[in-house]
């Protein structure tokens, strides 16, 4: 009686250990921060100033909407990208910008989960502190939009680091007149946190 009742605890308990142990965690199943830096030089647009620009970027990506599993253990996930852009304008006319944009985060995972590639394409409004002279920014309200592809490596279970290319294209939209668009390319680095 006490055998069948010792191993009934024993089965019970491994039972309820199987169903309750957490699942590996995943990267694309998690909510992530992403910390971000780097320098972007003017390529193009209308304005006359050779800008050089400083951007500090704050990403939040949830965990994947869409998703495509690979037979060799790859991934292709898809996530919300909400990011909260701080410009620094070393060189140009103006000196700040502070802007919110949205992109979905594409991102392939290889197999060990330890390696992605990533790319976003999106767009926002933003507020830059317009000075006012020819071949500056036209107004403070400014639409931007921008193109990001680049690695991320795991380092641990919770932080990964982050380098890509960045575009970046600043304009009022044609509310003003002129509207000297700006048009800058750059690299990124930055460290990414999961939970």
């Known amino acids: 009686m006490i055998r069948h009742l010792f191993a009934s605890l024993i089965f019970c308990t491994a039972a309820f250990a199987q169903t309750s142990a957490p699942a590996e965690l995943k990267p694309w199943n998690q909510h992530a921060f992403d910390f971000e830096t780097g320098m972007l ?14 951007p500090f970027m704050v990403s939040w990506r949830s965990p994947e909407v869409l998703g495509l599993d690979f037979s060799n253990g790859s991934k292709l996930a898809i996530r919300n990208k909400v990011t909260v852009m701080a ?18 985060s594409i991102e392939w995972w290889d197999p060990s989960m330890t ?81």
């Open 41 to 54: 030089w003017k390529v193009g647009g209308d304005t006359t100033f050779n800008y050089r620009i400083v």
């Open 87 to 104: 410009n620094w304008f070393e060189e140009g006319s103006e000196n700040r910008y502070l802007g919110l944009s949205g992109a979905p």
């Open 115 to 195: 390696w992605s590639l990533f790319g976003s394409i999106g767009g926002g409004v933003g507020w830059v502190d317009a000075q006012n002279v020819p071949g500056g920014q036209g107004q403070d309200f400014t639409l931007n939009w921008f193109g990001q592809l680049g690695v991320s490596h795991t380092i641990t279970q919770d932080w990964s680091l982050r380098a890509s290319a960045m575009f970046q294209h600043l304009s009022n939209g044609g509310q003003t007149n002129p509207n000297p668009g700006l048009d800058s390319l750059g690299i990124l680095i930055g460290l990414s946190r999961d939970f």
